[in-house]
């Protein structure tokens, strides 16, 4: 076998792989607003903000303090 024909193969695997990497989560703030992510938020940043994505590709970030909740959505 010869590099073309493993490389095809190897890159889809690659990519089926990272994109089951990503866990859908829900953010729920204080005041009730709920964010659908990709992927679990960062870590709280030194400042006191969580930096997320959400669905549409809007980048967000709120004080620590507002929000409420961080889980998986559920399937």
């Known amino acids: 076998m010869d ?3 493993l490389g095809m193969p190897l890159a889809v695997a690659a990519l089926l792989t990272l ?3 990503s ?3 829900v953010v729920t703030l204080q ?3 709920q964010y659908l992510t990709k992927d679990m938020p960062k870590t709280k940043t030194r400042d006191g903000f969580f930096e997320f994505e959400d669905i ?4 967000v970030k709120v004080r620590s303090d ?3 909740t961080i889980r998986k959505e559920e399937d």
Do not use: D, L, R, Y
């Open 31 to 33: 005041n009730g607003t």
């Open 23 to 25: 866990t859908p989560t």
């Open 66 to 68: 507002e929000v409420a």
């Open 56 to 59: 549409s590709g809007k980048k």
């Open 19 to 21: 994109a089951g990497c």
């Open 3 to 5: 590099i073309k024909t």
